[in-house]
């Protein structure tokens, strides 16, 4: 037996976070003095407690923790489907900071040379297009944007398999449409949506005419500098917003090797200002 000094040694946790466990039910003392209320684990106990630091490392959540443990099979297909979906939010992770790090590289360049930091604005190109009328197919919903890209996979899958069952005829790369005006703590208004030839039920008829376009190969990343350039074209030429930004996806972030090779089109819908 191992006194819980002896055993918080040597699995690295403290005293205070072995009683917490306890609290909760995570890891229990095999043996508690009932004279002096010592506790004392067992040597079998070692390997679950490092069980319970390696998916900690993981960052699962205690409670996740809790109903692995409780299944008694720490091999199988729930524990599978649980690691593998850890490993997607790391890599997704790991991705948004090697981002942040070009990014920050591309900055610390721009004023080692003497320009300014947000000078990469100069070269995003705005033309401005009349884009035609189109019928689209569509899912309209309020979405968190730390839910957006699972969200649109799943809302453009549903959009695919109503256009197989039906029938009908993409036109178009997915879009999507952003109708919120702030960014708020209830989600974003996004309408995801797939062109096609048909009128049907769950369709309807999208005509932005005149739009600012840019297109962008790249990051999902630089989406926020385009639109403030956008934002800048409109004012400095007497534009004015008339409808939903929105975003075409000319290629599948799934089928493309690198981020790099992304390529987005990006519409901001405007109007000639009035004069006042």
């Given at each position: 037996?191992?006194?819980?000094?002896?055993?918080?040694?040597?699995?690295?946790?403290?005293?205070?976070?072995?009683?917490y466990y306890a609290?909760i039910g995570l890891?229990?003392?095999?043996?508690?003095?009932?004279?002096?209320?010592?506790?004392?684990?067992?040597?079998?106990?070692?390997?679950?407690?490092?069980?319970?630091?390696?998916?900690?490392?993981?960052?699962?959540?205690?409670?996740?923790?809790?109903?692995?443990?409780?299944?008694?099979?720490?091999?199988?297909?729930?524990?599978?489907?649980?690691?593998?979906?850890?490993?997607?939010?790391?890599?997704?992770?790991?991705?948004?900071?090697?981002?942040?790090?070009?990014?920050?590289?591309?900055?610390?360049?721009?004023?080692?040379?003497?320009?300014?930091?947000?000078?990469?604005?100069?070269?995003?190109?705005?033309?401005?297009?009349?884009?035609?009328?189109?019928?689209?197919?569509?899912?309209?919903?309020?979405?968190?944007?730390?839910?957006?890209?699972?969200?649109?996979?799943?809302?453009?899958?549903?959009?695919?398999?109503?256009?197989?069952?039906?029938?009908?005829?993409?036109?178009?790369?997915?879009?999507?449409?952003?109708?919120?005006?702030?960014?708020?703590?209830?989600?974003?208004?996004?309408?995801?949506?797939?062109?096609?030839?048909?009128?049907?039920?769950?369709?309807?008829?999208?005509?932005?005419?005149?739009?600012?376009?840019?297109?962008?190969?790249?990051?999902?990343?630089?989406?926020?500098?385009?639109?403030?350039k956008q934002i800048?074209?409109?004012?400095?030429?007497?534009?004015?917003?008339?409808?939903?930004?929105?975003?075409?996806?000319?290629?599948?972030?799934?089928?493309?090797?690198?981020?790099?090779?992304?390529?987005?089109?990006?519409?901001?819908?405007?109007?000639?200002?009035?004069?006042?």
């Amino acid at each position: 037996m191992l006194s819980i000094g002896e055993f918080s040694k040597i699995c690295s946790v403290s005293t205070k976070t072995l009683r917490y466990y306890a609290e909760i039910g995570l890891i229990m003392p095999d043996e508690i003095n009932p004279e002096n209320g010592y506790r004392y684990y067992s040597i079998d106990q070692l390997e679950r407690m490092l069980f319970i630091n390696r998916l900690k490392s993981y960052n699962f959540s205690l409670d996740e923790i809790k109903t692995i443990l409780e299944s008694n099979k720490l091999q199988d297909k729930k524990l599978y489907i649980s690691l593998m979906k850890k490993k997607k939010e790391m890599e997704r992770q790991v991705q948004e900071y090697n981002q942040i790090l070009n990014q920050l590289n591309n900055d610390i360049l721009n004023v080692k040379q003497g320009n300014a930091m947000m000078s990469y604005l100069e070269n995003i190109d705005v033309q401005l297009v009349e884009v035609p009328k189109m019928n689209i197919l569509y899912i309209r919903k309020r979405v968190h944007e730390y839910e957006c890209e699972d969200e649109a996979v799943r809302c453009f899958n549903q959009l695919v398999r109503r256009v197989i069952d039906n029938q009908l005829t993409i036109t178009a790369p997915p879009m999507s449409l952003f109708h919120s005006e702030e960014f708020g703590e209830l989600g974003l208004d996004y309408e995801f949506a797939l062109p096609i030839k048909e009128q049907v039920t769950g369709s309807r008829e999208f005509h932005p005419h005149l739009c600012l376009k840019t297109v962008i190969r790249g990051s999902y990343s630089q989406l926020s500098s385009v639109y403030t350039k956008q934002i800048e074209w409109a004012e400095k030429n007497g534009y004015e917003n008339n409808d939903a930004l929105f975003e075409v996806y000319v290629n599948d972030p799934e089928q493309v090797k690198t981020e790099n090779d992304l390529i987005t089109e990006v519409y901001y819908p405007v109007k000639k200002k009035e004069k006042r």
